[in-house]
């Protein structure tokens, strides 16, 4: 007698295979494409191209704090969510804001062309300000173009929304990746032979590689769910809702630039006492950021109290949305969740902003980089993020969660073998499809599962608290990673950047085993 389980079973792989090329699943390929452009012109292209300019490695690190905004994007993810655009608007909530972001991408990449960081100081610090706008513009878009992905499809289709999603972001970084290095080498920059025009040229051409971006957005219609959620209230609780947030921001600058001099003290006094600069700048930063946005917090609640905001506003663009969270699973599961949404990517995120600084260290060539680690890993990521997806509709989200959690951990393993083996192509393939197809598989199910948690009422805002979260303690540990490396030695900060991830191992535990549901 025929068995006829496997047929069924072959059946349902293959629908939810089908659902790949569902219209929504596709517009989010080219969508995470746009998302995934920016990020490496911040990160590892803009690290080696300071580095062929002479700029030393802690300062290269430093750059990764330019993508702090990614981190932050729940402060004004509200102000996406509620703010009218006056004349792009038209587009629809989403696309209007959407579109609004790209053109600002543009913009910023097109600034970092036109500062060769090589001439001055001036010039450098002028190079950190458009990475910084451009931190700014690419974590708004990551807002908009999360809650059009959660609003647009139904809850059963969001794990192959998030593979696609990733698909399209690991292209994206591909063509910002490896595309700016191959390109900037045909151009004739490379270590030791530093040429401005080639990065202006290349970054020039990642900034019309946003187009595909500003096409799709055009072309996609605004999910039905974000037009009836428009709150209907005057221009001018908008306007003054603006100001103030601008107000909060100037008074965080403001702090940041008067508390230099008394910083920098700090930081050599105390990383003589102990013995260790890293260290000792690592504390002192880790104080003056939350007492900045504390005193900055301060200034926009006088303003409410002052009655200079809606505070109908204020509650349902920043109170309700929380509020929301913590009533639907409790105080105690909240709090377990964030944790676990905190330090979930810390092990791989903080090895990844020094990757390319350790690689080039090692003897590898741009070409060898381009290549392997973003041309191949780009393969392997890809095929991660699908599995991922599948997996999490077949098993659950949990234990793919934990399953991509511990292999994004052990593959740190293999970067210490790398660091005392050295230049070794064969092994450096081995590395990255290990890392790669577990970073992928990971990403997928980490996207879904923080889609599970977020409410449709709140999406931009709640699932903007949660992936900003998620990069926060990571990139600012990141940003400390060439020091780190200073202090340590590669190979010891490889076996570091495997510990933080046994934490996480055990937050997942706890959290399937109070979470009512852990699978999709």
């Known amino acids: 007698m025929p068995d006829i389980a496997h047929p069924a079973e072959d059946r349902r792989w293959r629908d939810t295979a089908r659902l790949f090329i569902h219209p929504r699943v596709i517009s989010m390929l080219f969508l995470g494409f746009s998302a995934g452009v920016p990020i490496l ?7 080696l191209w300071l580095r062929e300019a002479g700029v030393d490695r802690a300062t290269v690190t430093f750059f990764s704090w330019a993508a702090l905004g990614y981190s932050f994007k729940f402060v ?73 992905r959660i609003e647009s499809a139904p809850t059963d289709l969001q ?21 700016a290095l191959y390109l900037a080498s045909e151009l004739g920059s490379e270590k030791g032979q530093y040429l401005y025009e080639a990065w202006r040229w290349t970054y020039l051409c990642m900034a019309g590689l946003m187009l595909v971006g500003v096409a799709t957005t055009l072309l996609i219609t605004e999910p039905t ?23 909060c921001v100037s008074v965080l600058v403001a702090g940041y630039a008067l508390s230099g001099p008394l910083v920098e003290a700090a930081k050599g006094s105390l990383g003589s006492q102990l013995n260790n600069a890293a260290l000792g700048a690592f504390l002192v930063e880790t104080i003056r950021l939350p007492l900045l946005l504390g005193v900055a917090a301060s200034v926009g609640a006088a303003a409410i109290r002052a009655g200079l905001v809606n505070r109908r506003l204020v509650v349902t663009a920043y109170i309700a949305p929380m509020q929301d969270f913590f009533t639907r699973y409790g105080l105690k599961v909240a709090c ?21 600084v350790f690689f080039q260290d090692l003897g590898f060539s741009k070409a060898e980089i381009a290549t392997i680690v973003k041309t191949f890993g780009l393969l392997m990521t890809i095929v991660g993020g699908f599995l991922g997806g599948i997996l999490c509709m077949r098993v ?14 052990a593959t740190n393993l293999l970067f ?10 064969p092994l450096l393939y081995l590395i990255i499809s290990a890392d790669n197809l577990s970073a992928g598989l990971a990403s997928a199910a980490f996207v879904a599962f923080l889609s599970s948690l977020t409410n449709v009422s709140f999406t ?23 020091s780190m490396v200073d202090s340590l030695g590669y190979p010891l900060f490889f076996l570091v950047t495997t510990l933080l991830g046994i934490p996480v191992l055990v937050l997942i535990l706890f959290a399937s085993r109070h979470l009512k549901t852990a699978s999709p």
Request: charge should be positive; aromatic fraction near 8%.
């Open 41 to 47: 012109l911040i990160f590892s292209s803009l690290g």
């Open 76 to 148: 004004w993810a509200p102000l996406v969510d509620q703010l009218p655009l006056p004349m792009l608007g038209r587009l629809g909530r989403r696309r209007g804001w959407l579109l609004l972001s790209q053109l600002m991408v543009i913009g910023a990449i097109v600034a970092m062309a036109l500062t060769d960081p090589a001439t001055s100081d001036t010039s450098l610090t002028l190079m950190a300000l458009a990475a910084v706008l451009l931190g700014f513009s690419s974590a708004t878009q990551d807002v908009v173009i999360d809650a059009y």
């Open 159 to 179: 794990a192959l929304m998030s593979s696609a999603y990733i698909a399209g972001y690991r292209i994206g970084m591909l063509a910002a990746g490896a595309g």
């Open 225 to 247: 769910r974000a037009d009836t959620q428009t709150p209907a209230l005057p221009a001018h609780d908008y306007a003054r809702f603006l100001g103030v947030f601008v107000l």
């Open 336 to 356: 377990l969740l964030l944790g676990l949404i905190a330090l979930y990517r810390v092990s791989d995120i903080v090895l990844g902003v020094i990757a390319n």
């Open 396 to 409: 659950g989200v949990m234990r793919v969660l934990l399953l991509g959690a511990m292999l994004s951990a």
């Open 416 to 425: 210490l073998w790398l660091a005392t083996v050295g230049h070794n192509v």
């Open 460 to 482: 931009a805002v709640q699932y903007a608290l949660f992936s900003s979260l998620m990069t926060l303690l990571p990139k600012v540990l990141g940003g400390y990673s060439g």
